[in-house]
């Protein structure tokens, strides 16, 4: 096998590895996302569950001011 051919098969291994990185990489991305929008999407909910809390003790305080 010459140099040249040498080099031609190591360059295509190199490519073929680096291309399984990128795929690796990219699946692990795609699983980081979707965790980071769950949680995301948690938060939101939360902060709407609190904003309800919130109106529902401000309703209940002005009931409580008109029973007096």
Do not use: W
Not at 18 to 45: F, P
Not at 63 to 68: E, P, R, T
Request: aromatic letters at 2%.
């Amino acid at each position: 096998m010459s140099t040249i051919q040498n080099l031609e098969a190591g360059l295509k291994k190199q490519l073929a590895d680096l291309a399984e990185q990128i795929r690796t990489a990219e699946t692990t991305l795609i699983a980081t996302k979707e965790g980071y929008l769950k949680v995301s999407g948690a938060l939101e909910i939360l902060d709407i569950l609190k904003k309800e809390e919130a109106a529902l003790e401000c309703e209940s305080s002005a009931s409580a001011g008109l029973s007096d």
